[in-house]
């Protein structure tokens, strides 16, 4: 077992804003009416979003977890990119569907559901296309 300080983690903010998803046992729990502090330390360093999970996770589900959520997060073969909330949903379905695993709702996401991990340009002809389709 491996053990992260905060000093390990650092203060300053991150470039870019990204996406954190901490694949790793417990990284998502917190006391009733209180914020996780893990969380709380990348919120403050400018993350845009936070997944972790909810309680241990299994190794075998928790990569499986993760190839699939980005695979609809990033796009696979004859699908597009999804935002970071529907990739998280997918990846549920999906596991469920697929192997009636409900493993997939240990998984934690905190922000915006329609956040994109991606350019503005592709998000922008995204919207563009959105808006041509309801036309």
């Known amino acids: 077992m491996s053990i992260l300080r905060r000093s390990d983690i650092g203060s300053s903010r991150l470039a870019d804003a990204p996406v954190v998803f901490v694949n790793a046992c417990s990284t998502n729990v917190a006391e009733p009416l209180l914020a996780n502090r893990l969380m709380e330390l990348f919120f403050i360093r400018n993350c845009r979003a936070y997944i972790g999970t909810e309680t241990e996770v299994p190794a075998p589900l928790a990569a499986r977890f993760a190839t699939t959520f980005f695979s609809f ?63």
Request: net charge negative; charged share 20%.
């Open 73 to 135: 997060l990033y796009g696979a073969a004859g699908r597009g990119i999804a935002p970071v909330g529907e990739a998280i949903a997918q990846a549920r379905r999906f596991l469920w569907t697929e192997y009636q695993n409900i493993g997939g709702l240990f998984y934690n996401y905190v922000n915006d559901y329609a956040l994109y991990a991606a350019d503005d340009q592709i998000v922008a002809g995204l919207r563009r296309h959105d808006d041509s389709e309801e036309q």
